[in-house]
């Protein structure tokens, strides 16, 4: 069997610039994720970085505030998701670039 190191490191070498270059597309893309019916919206980058929360103000009651920490939490924790989701559709492109070497399972 003839193994190409020249070609394997050239392969690396593309597939660690592809990465680099969804890294920086992902961190550019925004998810929306909604709570209670959409009481409750949060939007984020896939970077995890929360940019907005907007609550409808029927929401707004003091006496109901556990329910609105709730709905808050839930909307961020399905924005974190979507946007990890959405970094790992990305990355799968990257897959199928990796060279076949015997014996290595990726």
């Known amino acids: 069997m003839d193994f190409d190191m020249q070609?394997?490191?050239?392969?690396?070498?593309k597939m660690q610039e592809e990465m680099e270059r969804i890294k920086a597309d992902v961190q550019k893309k925004v998810v929306t994720a909604d709570s209670g019916g959409g009481m409750v919206t949060v939007t984020m980058t896939c970077s995890n970085e929360v940019q907005k929360i907007n609550i409808a103000k029927e929401l707004i009651d003091p006496e109901e505030i556990e329910?609105?920490?709730?709905l808050i939490v839930a909307a961020v924790?399905?924005?974190?998701?979507k946007a990890a989701d959405t970094v790992a559709?990305?990355?799968k492109s990257i897959g199928g670039m990796m060279?076949?070497?015997p014996g290595?399972?990726?």
């Open 7 to 13: 070609s394997m490191l050239s392969q690396a070498k």
């Open 67 to 70: 329910m609105l920490e709730d």
């Open 77 to 81: 924790n399905k924005a974190t998701k």
């Open 89 to 91: 559709e990305e990355m």
């Open 99 to 101: 060279p076949n070497i």
């Open 104 to 106: 290595l399972n990726l």
